[in-house]
T-cell receptor
Framework: KAGVTQTPRYLIKTRGQQVTLSCSPI?????VSWYQQTPGQGLQFLFE???????NKGNFPGRFSGRQFSNSRSEMNVSTLELGDSALYLC?????????????FGPGTRLTVL | AQSVTQLGSHVSVSEGALVLLRCNYS??????LFWYVQYPNQGLQLLLK??????LVKGINGFEAEFKKSETSFHLTKPSAHMSDAAEYFC????????????FGSGTRLSIRP
C-alpha cells in the first residue's frame, strides 16, 4: 500500500506570494492532518480534516487554510507569505480521527520564503 | 494544560550501548503517549504508542517504552544502539478526542558513536 504523498517536496517563494501544498493520504484513510515543523517552534498542529470537514484547527492566523476533497486528498494554502512561514509542512493520515489510531506521516514539503 | 518535556536535546551513545531517551508529560486525564522517529529529510514514523493496558510497550526496531503514571514518564529505551538509530526522536501526548490533537515534545537528537 502506498504511503502518504506530498507535493511538491520543495518550494521557494517570496514574501507576499501565496502557496498551495497537496497531500494524498493512504488509500482508505479518511482523516488528514497538517503540521508545521520549524527549528524554533518545533512541531505544531495546523488543522485536521475528516470527510471533507475541518474538525480541528490549531493556533495559526487566517492566512493558513485548507480543504479536503471527496477522495480524501487535502490541500493547504498559505496566503501573503511571511519569512516566518519557512518550515517543513507535514501531512499525516489515519483511518479515522480516533486518538488511538496511528497517524502516518508523509515526507513533507519544505517551504522557503525569501 | 497538557505538555510534554523531553530531557536532553542531544544524546550521544556508543554503538552497542543502551539508549535511554527521557520523556515526561503533564495531563489532567489518562493520556495516550507516542514516540516518533524522524530521519533526515523524512516525515515522522511511529515507533510505539501507549493507549491502555500493558504499561510496557514494545515497538519497532527493538525500542520499547514504559508508561509510569506515578512518575508521569514514558522513557524510550533500546538495549543496544545501532548506527542506523541515529535520528531525531519525538515524544508526544494526545490531548483530545482526535488523533491530530497531539502535542509533541521538542525532540531529542540521537547520535551513535562508532
Amino acid at each position: 500500500k502506498a504511503g502518504v504523498t506530498q507535493t511538491p517536496r520543495y518550494l521557494i517563494k517570496t514574501r507576499g506570494q501565496q502557496v498551495t501544498l497537496s497531500c494524498s493520504p493512504i488509500s482508505g484513510h479518511r482523516s488528514v492532518s497538517w503540521y508545521q515543523q520549524t527549528p524554533g517552534q518545533g512541531l505544531q498542529f495546523l488543522f485536521e480534516y475528516f470527510s471533507e470537514t475541518q474538525r480541528n484547527k490549531g493556533n495559526f492566523p487566517g492566512r493558513f487554510s485548507g480543504r479536503q476533497f471527496s477522495n480524501s486528498r487535502s490541500e493547504m494554502n498559505v496566503s501573503t507569505l511571511e519569512l516566518g512561514d519557512s518550515a517543513l509542512y507535514l501531512c499525516a493520515s489515519s483511518p479515522n480521527p480516533d486518538p488511538t489510531d496511528t497517524q502516518y506521516f508523509g515526507p513533507g514539503t519544505r517551504l522557503t520564503v525569501l | 494544560a497538557q505538555s510534554v518535556t523531553q530531557l536532553g536535546s542531544h544524546v550521544s551513545v556508543s554503538e552497542g550501548a543502551l539508549v535511554l531517551l527521557r520523556c515526561n508529560y503533564s495531563s489532567s486525564v489518562p493520556p495516550y503517549l507516542f514516540w516518533y522517529v524522524q530521519y533526515p529529510n523524512q516525515g515522522l514514523q511511529l515507533l510505539l504508542k501507549y493507549t491502555t493496558g500493558a504499561t510496557l510497550v514494545k515497538g519497532i526496531n527493538g525500542f520499547e517504552a514504559e508508561f509510569k503514571k506515578s512518575e508521569t514518564s514514558f522513557h524510550l529505551t533500546k538495549p543496544s544502539a545501532h548506527m542506523s538509530d541515529a535520528a531525531e526522536y519525538f515524544c508526544a501526548v494526545s490531548v483530545g478526542s482526535s488523533a491530530s490533537k497531539i502535542i509533541f515534545g521538542s525532540g531529542t537528537r540521537l547520535s551513535i558513536r562508532p
